[in-house]
């Protein structure tokens, strides 16, 4: 079985453009969860999407965004990008049910993004 | 809100050493628990998890017994390997589970040296 696969792995923006990242979580999993990892605030919870749905969203400002397709697969879009925006984002994908969510992630091994 | 504490890094064990690592947490009723591990490279793995008091999470020769007495999830290993050098993360999700949110402390960094 394949695992989350996130694209690009690595990426260098400058401050005030924009970025996308993609996430394809393992077959048959429905949720998908967005993390960003940095030195000093660790592991943050962005949003997470079930069926297409955000149904959980952390403390980030707008102009960080995401979306979910027909086929799982999750977006995660940054826009007017910041110095503080520099991290590894890590995609999670779960075998969550529409009821809830038991917690097991499964991750993939992050894109990361320097901005300049 | 839900939080969880572990204890800072980076721990330096010798192989064979036995492993500690101490996990707190704060939250309303009975979270479920995790320990997740991050490779050099890679990304986080779930290790163990434990769903309900007194439950003990088992893998890899890794215990960690879920203590409500003391809201503790400690990370235990008898005998360390080089190969466990990694950082590792105690991580809850609380109990009104919104939507897959996992609450994680700020991970240990673990060096095992032969």
């Known amino acids: 079985k394949a695992g989350v696969t996130q694209t690009p792995r690595y990426l260098i923006k400058t401050r005030g453009q924009q970025v996308t990242l993609s996430c394809s979580p393992i077959?048959?999993?429905?949720?998908v969860s967005w993390y960003q990892q940095t030195p000093g605030q660790g592991l943050q919870f962005l949003f997470e999407?079930?069926?297409?749905?955000?149904?959980n969203k952390g403390n980030f400002p707008g102009r960080f965004s995401g979306r979910q397709f027909s086929n799982s697969r999750s977006e995660m879009n940054v826009s007017t990008l910041e110095l503080g925006d520099s991290a590894l984002y890590l995609c999670?994908?779960?075998?969550?049910?529409?009821?809830?969510?038991?917690?097991?992630?499964?991750f993939g091994e992050g894109s990361r993004l320097t901005v300049l | 809100g839900d939080s969880v504490t572990q204890m800072e890094g980076p721990v330096t064990l010798s192989e064979e050493a036995f492993l500690t690592i101490n996990c707190t947490y704060t939250a309303t009723g009975y979270p479920s628990l995790f320990w997740y591990v991050q490779y050099p490279g890679e990304g986080l793995q779930l290790l163990l998890k434990?769903?309900?008091?007194?439950d003990k999470g088992s893998n890899k020769g890794f215990e960690a017994t879920y203590r409500k007495e003391t809201t503790s999830f400690h990370l235990e290993k008898g005998s360390v390997q080089v190969s466990d050098s990694a950082v590792y993360f105690c991580?809850?999700?609380?109990?009104?589970?919104?939507?897959?949110?996992?609450?994680f402390g700020q991970g240990t960094e673990l060096s095992v040296k032969p």
């Open positions: 077959s048959g999993h429905r949720s």
């Open positions: 434990a769903t309900k008091a007194d």
């Open positions: 999670a994908s779960g075998a969550s049910i529409s009821g809830g969510h038991t917690g097991e992630l499964f």
């Open positions: 999407y079930f069926s297409e749905t955000q149904r």
């Open positions: 991580a809850l999700l609380g109990v009104y589970n919104q939507g897959g949110k996992l609450i």
